[in-house]
């Protein structure tokens, strides 16, 4: 367990048990099983946990019905491949976070989930609630450290709270370790029940500068305004604040809207990716108040993920490595 002195200190005077520090990655789903070879480059960047994501269908953001755990879809993203991921992963000793997602055909974006009718709202509840139940059951089988209960679904979360705090207490009754919700950089402070929660999640996709190419000397001030305010909402539910997700592509403008996901965008630059990175870690790897983060993301096929003229996110095979590696010890 990683705890440094002041995170120890913070939690002795909330009156509440020190929490678990994660220097994790996400774990991409593959069609096939994971090998135990295929995790030895989690040890060279000190990584020591492990986000694995199930994934749930829609046809579109109105479509009322979910699709998982179907013979369909690619092992990893199964129960049966949650299962034989994590499996190995604790076997190696590496801490889990379960993070249920879903997937809305062409890649639209699943804060924009709502639905027309009360009567599809219940359908699609009731879909839901199986979807999240189920891998519920797969994260206590596993002893995950931390089961999030959604990610960005920032309509969904906001026009029906009280479905989520009764779907909270039944996760309860089946999951006995951390909870979260992995809200987007723009939905955090609108979150209305942090409070049934452990961690106040993140994915940290927070926009810090619309330059071509960045450095951390101007990132750390830049980050200064979302800093308050993470701290705030930390303050305001005495709760952690985990980066459920965080990372930066190696591209230009990496800073400027890091959620972009469009494959044709911008050159690479190895170089914008180290400083953001960097910027990061500063600025919150030594907060008492926080308790680290999952980057984005991570391939099982190391040999052929990243590379230095791969504009993607993964750090893999990119210089950004051996800076993780750093701040993750």
Not at 127 to 144: G, H
Not at 211 to 223: F, G, R, Y
């Amino acid at each position: 367990m990683r705890i440094s002195l002041q995170i120890l200190l913070f939690w002795i005077t909330l009156g509440l048990q020190a929490q678990e520090f994660y220097n994790g990655v996400s774990f991409v789903a593959s069609r096939a099983q994971l090998q135990k070879e295929q995790l030895k480059h989690l040890a060279v960047i000190n990584a020591d946990a492990a986000a694995l994501m199930p994934f749930a269908f829609m046809p579109d953001e109105q479509g009322p019905v979910l699709r998982f755990n179907r013979d369909n879809q690619w092992f990893g993203e199964t129960k049966a491949g949650i299962k034989q991921y994590g499996d190995l992963l604790k076997a190696e000793g590496y801490q889990l976070m379960i993070k249920p997602q879903i997937w809305i055909r062409g890649g639209v974006f699943t804060g924009t989930i709502e639905m027309k009718t009360e009567t599809d709202w219940l359908k699609f509840e009731d879909t839901y609630r199986s979807y999240i139940l189920t891998f519920a059951e797969v994260a206590e089988e596993l002893n995950a450290s931390v089961y999030c209960i959604g990610t960005e679904l920032k309509r969904f979360a906001n026009s029906r709270p009280d479905f989520f705090c009764t779907l909270i207490e039944e996760v309860r009754q089946l999951y006995s370790g951390q909870l979260t919700y992995a809200a987007n950089w723009d939905e955090f402070e609108g979150v209305s029940f942090w409070n049934e929660l452990d961690h106040i999640g993140i994915d940290a996709y927070f926009p810090l500068l619309e330059k071509e190419e960045v450095t951390s000397a101007e990132l750390i001030p830049a980050w200064t305004p979302w800093l308050n305010r993470i701290q705030s909402v930390s303050k305001a539910y005495s709760k952690p604040v985990l980066f459920t997700e965080y990372g930066y592509r190696s591209m230009k403008y990496a800073t400027a809207k890091p959620w972009l996901v469009d494959r044709t965008l911008m050159d690479v630059d190895l170089k914008n990716q180290m400083e953001a990175y960097k910027a990061l870690y500063e600025v919150f790897w030594n907060q008492s108040w926080f308790s680290g983060g999952f980057l984005w993301k991570w391939f099982i096929d190391y040999p052929r993920s990243g590379g230095t003229s791969n504009n993607r996110f993964t750090p893999q095979n990119k210089p950004v490595e051996e800076l993780i590696s750093y701040y993750y010890n």
